[in-house]
């Protein structure tokens, strides 16, 4: 089992229990996204973000090699 299975399987668990509140906002968020804001792994909002942050900090001069997404997260499946 990889050892990001059980945060997998907390996201799925998670909305049984939030109260309606959090729920009201958990859909909202889903619906804005277009993904679950729990799903864990590297989905394309966290790869945009990702590839954002290296994109400043190759432009300030503080990464002597650019690293890819892979080298940083070699376990996610996407």
Same mark, same amino acid.
């Given at each position: 089992m990889h050892s990001w299975m059980p945060? @997998? /399987? *907390? *996201?799925?668990?998670?909305?049984a229990y939030m109260? !309606?509140?959090? &729920? /009201?906002?958990y859909a909202r968020e889903r619906e804005f996204l277009g993904l679950d804001p729990n799903? $864990?792994?590297l989905n *394309?909002?966290? @790869?945009k973000t990702m590839? /954002? $942050? &290296? !994109?400043? &900090?190759?432009? !300030?001069?503080?990464?002597?090699r650019r690293p890819t997404l892979r080298e940083i997260f070699p376990l996610s499946q996407s």
């Open positions: 945060f @997998k /399987r *907390a *996201a799925v668990v998670a909305p109260s !309606d509140e959090e &729920l /009201r906002l799903e $864990c792994g *394309a909002i966290h @790869k590839e /954002r $942050c &290296l !994109d400043y &900090l190759e432009a !300030d001069g503080l990464l002597p």
